[in-house]
């Protein structure tokens, strides 16, 4: 039985802790940098709206949300590069073919990709998960992974941590998939598993397990 003493120095052991990841995915980053960046008014006038109605940054209260994609050019023909949350609930998806989009979506919202920008938020994101630990790392285009370890009980423990987390950056205009767990690599595949669904619980796997 071990107890907790080194046999060489005599000295008391630290206590160990088990490693704790707390992985961010943002999967419309894309779309909300263009939101927040006041570039939806361009992309009404890019596609066949009024003056009038590319005025503000988003269509008229009582009509329905339109589709907003990015593209890039790929094999000589332009692709989706990112979709917005109702593009994705439309079926479109990143290496679509625009006129392929557009003959499905014909209110479909398109903007050629910027991935400098993209490149930019991130950065900018990822100086203000800071707050949190200075062990952190991009995994881009569109998140990142924090080395929790021992540090989750400073923020009132891991459930409040991702709930600060989250309430943070839904308040900035992001939509965060989050999660926990022992490796960066077991918390970033939560992520991308976890229903998008509002309101579902961050998932946390146990430490240790």
């Known amino acids: 039985m071990s107890t907790g003493v080194s046999a060489q120095s005599g000295q008391e052991k630290a206590p160990l802790h088990h490693k704790r990841y707390l992985a961010i995915f943002l999967p419309f980053l894309v779309s909300e940098r263009i939101r ?27 009509a329905a949300p339109r589709p907003l994609v990015t593209t890039c050019e790929e094999r000589g023909a332009l ?30 919202i398109a903007l050629p990709d910027d991935p400098a920008a993209d490149r930019a938020l991130l950065e900018r994101i990822t100086d203000w998960a800071r ?21 989750a009980h ?16 839904e308040a900035q205009g992001f939509t965060p998939r989050l999660a926990i767990a022992g490796t960066p690599e077991a918390a970033a595949a939560l992520t991308r598993a976890k229903s998008g669904k509002a309101g579902a619980p961050d998932p946390v796997i146990a430490s240790g397990a």
């Open 154 to 169: 400073l923020f009132g423990g891991e459930e409040a941590l991702l709930a600060d987390i989250r309430a943070r950056l």
């Open 36 to 62: 927040y960046q006041g570039l939806l008014r361009e992309g009404f006038a890019r596609n066949g709206l009024s003056r009038d109605e590319a005025g503000t940054d988003e269509p008229p209260a009582e």
């Open 131 to 151: 707050r949190y630990t200075p062990l952190l790392a991009q995994d881009p285009p569109d998140a990142l992974v924090l080395d929790m370890t021992g540090g």
């Open 79 to 108: 692709r989706l590069a990112a979709t917005d949350p109702v593009a994705a609930q439309r079926g479109l998806h990143p290496g679509m073919a625009l006129a392929d989009a557009r003959a499905r979506h014909h209110d479909l």
